[in-house]
């Protein structure tokens, strides 16, 4: 069995919302779990339902073997970092980062010995006299996470730690719980609705979405092999482009363009999908210049441009194909002129289709 059991977990409030709807996961030990989906999907809940602090309507929740439905906070051993950082503001960081050890009557040698340890691994030694508000919003979290990991328990929960600190400190401090987690190697369960954060910090992301789990892979396996267009939506930025249109003869037709598109799509889907809708994706990043890359292989396509914006490290261009809105990532050297013509090309192991009705992954050939 493994470490963290979620079987077909259910969460239906006391007002009858169904916020959670048969949430399967097995977590193993030392891995670094992101539940990530846009506000409201229910990743909060199903944290509070781990914590202890939500009641799990249906289903049965195993730490380590043991069924922990009706196990209270302190009983399941877990430290849960906050969104708000939860600092006691009249104790200095020290006692902050004590303060549980003390109501666990730890001798104080032993707590000196686990503060300065902790302290040390945050960068936080120099400040252990302030207290919280003489510190900015960074140390502050980093006070947070210390509170948690000095309890050296084996599960580590965190909703959205990072929410209250601005873009440049959310990328250090990412960096830094990872490697706090690689240091630890405790189990961590961390809610975001960040992709980014998600992408760059799970061993597995749980795509969520109005209660349902989409998906559970890598970070790889959602953005090479998402299972639906959700998936495929949410996790990369700028997001997948999707074009919607139909099969026939073996070509998707969408406006006045035709695709052969028997180069990604098997004979057997194929005959499947013959005078059905699907939705056609690809990745703003996927794509090629005829002028400078090889793109045979691929399609080549004629857009419009509509708006560029450099970025430094690249271009996102609007563009235009046949009254269908996509963005586009070139390098900066090669960005067109607004209102000129801008041919591209996608290779085929880069196209992914969609079941328009299901909106679900059709297999391709790659
Ligand atoms: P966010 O990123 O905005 O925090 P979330 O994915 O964490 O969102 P939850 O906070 O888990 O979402 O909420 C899931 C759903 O449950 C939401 O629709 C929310 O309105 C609803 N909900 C949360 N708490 C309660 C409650 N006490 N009673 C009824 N419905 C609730």
Redesign the pocket.
């Known amino acids: 069995m493994s470490y963290l059991v979620l079987k077909d977990i259910n969460?239906i409030?006391?007002?009858g919302?169904h916020?959670?709807h048969n949430f399967n996961l097995e977590i193993e030990k030392g891995e670094f779990i992101v539940f990530v989906?846009?506000?409201?999907?229910?990743?909060?809940?199903?944290?509070?339902m781990i914590a202890g602090l939500e009641d799990i309507s249906k289903g049965e929740f195993y730490i380590d073997g043991v069924l922990c439905n009706d196990k209270g906070p302190r009983e399941r051993k877990i430290a849960m970092v906050f969104q708000s950082y939860a600092l006691y503001p009249h104790m200095s960081v020290y006692e902050n980062l004590a303060f549980s050890l003390t109501l666990q009557g730890v001798d104080e040698d032993v707590i000196e010995e686990r503060v300065y340890a902790t302290a040390k691994i945050l960068g936080l030694t120099e400040y252990l006299d302030r207290k919280p508000r003489q510190l900015s919003g960074g140390q502050r979290q980093r006070v947070a996470v210390g509170r948690a990991i000095i309890r050296k328990v084996g599960v580590f929960l965190m909703?959205?730690p990072l929410s209250n600190l601005d873009a440049k400190q959310r990328v250090t401090m990412r960096s830094e719980i990872t490697q706090i987690h690689r240091e630890t190697g405790a189990t961590t369960i961390y809610?975001t609705?960040d992709q980014t954060e998600a992408m760059t910090m799970a061993d597995r992301i749980v795509v969520?979405k109005e209660?349902y789990i989409q998906q559970v892979g890598t970070p790889y396996e959602l953005y090479f092999e998402p299972v639906n267009m959700f998936v495929a939506g949410f996790i990369g930025e700028p997001p997948m482009n999707f074009i919607s249109g139909v099969i026939q003869d073996a070509k998707f037709i969408f406006g006045e363009t035709v695709i052969d598109i028997a180069h990604v799509l098997g004979d057997e889907e194929l005959q499947k999908y013959e005078g059905k809708e699907v939705v056609f994706g690809f990745r703003p990043e996927a794509i090629k210049l005829p002028n400078i890359d090889n793109v045979e292989n691929s399609y080549v396509i004629d857009s419009m441009v509509e708006l560029t914006e450099l970025l430094g490290d690249n271009t996102n261009v609007y563009a235009d194909i046949d009254g269908i809105k996509t963005i586009l990532k070139i390098d900066p050297h090669f960005t067109p002129e607004i209102d000129t013509n801008f041919t591209f090309a996608i290779p085929y192991s880069s196209v992914y289709l969609f079941d328009k009705e299901t909106e679900e992954v059709i297999k391709t050939k790659k």
């Open positions: 969460k409030y006391p007002n919302f916020a959670v989906g846009p506000s409201g999907c229910g990743k909060s809940t199903t944290l509070r909703d959205e809610v609705h969520m209660g």
